[in-house]
């Protein structure tokens, strides 16, 4: 279940966004697109606890992840250089679903989100679009990498410095609104505000999609809880806590809880 991956790259990619690339061919073997890696960070052994991050890329025997660096963990991985070794379980989690047919994917991401959903615009023949929001344009990562891909890329930053002033979902409000009647297939990642605000406008349009609910987590494989969000259930409550290690963290959009007990 654990693999060793050499770090054969680890660089700054933009501001606090860094890409790593490591050896790691029994990972890249099965990775699907919103798969995530337990990473066992060498200098934080003390620690126990593993960091989760979405597999960006997984091409031949490399695999790439990109990572904000946000605190203790992220640092001491920032600081590895080539010929390191992790410790990684994975890949984890269950994994979005490519577009079929006609339909058109729609990726909505914030953050590092766009690095998690990145395989999707890689691996999937029907190409569409990209709608990305950040605070400000030092939170816009791969955007050449998904227009390289085919995705139109929209941009929507708080501070209106860059593309659309606002929420990324004004995007994809204009978006289903150019494209009605078409076949759309939304993906989301991000943080939570924001998943939760697309799942409840996907909702109400009656179109399904796939969210990767990322949750603060521990052992990444079911067994402790601590990563749990709401899903909807049959009980009484009409809800129940799924493990998004295990049981995500992509969830449907309409398995989602969006009650505010
Ligand atoms: C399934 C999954 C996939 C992820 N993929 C990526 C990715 O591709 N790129 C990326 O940059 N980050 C990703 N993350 C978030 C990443 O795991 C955290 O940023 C990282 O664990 C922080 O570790 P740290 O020691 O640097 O920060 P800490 O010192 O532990 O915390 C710093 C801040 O990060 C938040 N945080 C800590 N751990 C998590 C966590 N597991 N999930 C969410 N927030 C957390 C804390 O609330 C705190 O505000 C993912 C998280 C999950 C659950």
Known sequence: MSHTGEILSNEVLKDKYCRAVFRAPEICEKAEPGH?????????????????FSICHAGGSQLTIVYKVVGRGTEELSRLKPGEKCDFMGPLGVPFSLPVEDEIPVIVAGGYGAAATYMISERSKNKGYLLLGARTEKDLILTDNYKNNGFEVRVATEDGAVGTKGLVTVLVKELLEENKGKNLKFYGCGPHGMLLALGE?????????ELSMDQMMCCGIGACFACVVKVKDNNPDGWRYARTCKEGP????????????
């Open 36 to 52: 995530f890696v337990h990473v066992m960070i060498p200098s934080m052994r003390d620690r126990i606890l593993r960091r989760p």
């Open 201 to 209: 406008l996907l909702i109400t349009n009656e179109i399904d999609g």
């Open 250 to 261: 992509v969830f449907k959009a309409s398995d989602v809880y969006y009650g505010r007990t």
